[in-house]
């Protein structure tokens, strides 16, 4: 059974393809992308980060009220991270939650179940890499290298029986990888759209025409809208011709 259609893979290169070509005047892609495509692809790009094992974890077993509450803290800490992006802040609230998270998920989680984690996020790494051209987005090269080699060890640890090991390089790992998601690509072009959008408001408005600047500020919102739709093709591409408005 393939775990990717053709459908998902060309949804995902359109994306990515589009990025590759960042000296280009912005113009309308033609994607025609049904509700089936979308959702395949939501399906093939959903990682197994930290609230998926804990959900797993509740519903395999029956957790005592001290397990139950570090569980809590730790995808708080988690969802937090998540919201404050990439920087110093949300890499060590991560941290924490791996902390907090792994003593406690590990006698819980099968070994089975840590293999078939590590092997969804080595069936999108391999999708990733294959679709993506080369130096296409910023670190996507990079993310995906990292991403592998920890999944990698992560299995090592597994074989060798260390669970606490393998788990917390598999938690890791899928956070790195989610970096490589059409969700994490439009996550990360929106907010440094949205960056480029204030700078450009604030210190170089003579730079761009007050039509200019209306539809970059257009196209961000757009972006944004997109995100909370869960339409992250939509959101690359709004994203990604703000940046090209915004950036000299």
Not at 16 to 23: D, F, I, K, N, V
Not at 215 to 235: F, N, P, Q, T
Request: hydrophobic share 50%; glycine share 4%; with cysteine.
């Amino acid at each position: 059974m393939r775990l990717f259609s053709p459908a998902v893979m060309g949804l995902f290169a359109t994306a990515t393809l589009l990025l590759a070509g960042c000296s280009d005047v912005p113009t309308q892609p033609a994607t025609l992308v049904t509700s089936e495509t979308q959702a395949a692809l939501k399906v093939a790009s959903a990682l197994p980060t930290l609230p998926e094992l804990v959900a797993k974890a509740h519903a395999s077993a029956a957790l005592d009220e001290a397990r139950t509450a570090r569980l809590a803290h730790a995808q708080n800490s988690w969802q937090l991270a998540e919201v404050l992006g990439a920087g110093e802040q949300s890499d060590a609230l991560r941290i924490q939650a791996y902390d907090e998270a792994v003593p406690a998920l590990a006698p819980i989680l099968s070994d089975d179940e840590i293999a078939v984690a590590q092997k969804r996020l080595l069936d999108w790494a391999a999708l990733a890499g294959s679709i993506v051209q080369a130096r296409a987005l910023p670190g996507f090269t990079e993310a995906l290298r990292q991403g592998k080699s920890l999944v990698q060890q992560g299995v090592q640890d597994r074989l060798a029986g260390d669970r606490v090991a393998a788990l917390e390089k598999t938690l890791t790992a899928a956070d790195v990888l989610a970096a490589t998601t059409p969700r994490g690509v439009a996550l990360s072009l929106t907010r440094a759209a949205e960056l480029a959008l204030a700078i450009a408001q604030r210190i170089s408005p003579d730079r761009l025409s007050a039509e200019e600047l209306q539809r970059a500020e257009r196209l961000v919102r757009s972006a944004r809208e997109a995100l909370g739709d869960e339409d992250y093709e939509r959101a690359i591409r709004r994203a990604y011709y703000a940046r090209q408005l915004l950036t000299p």
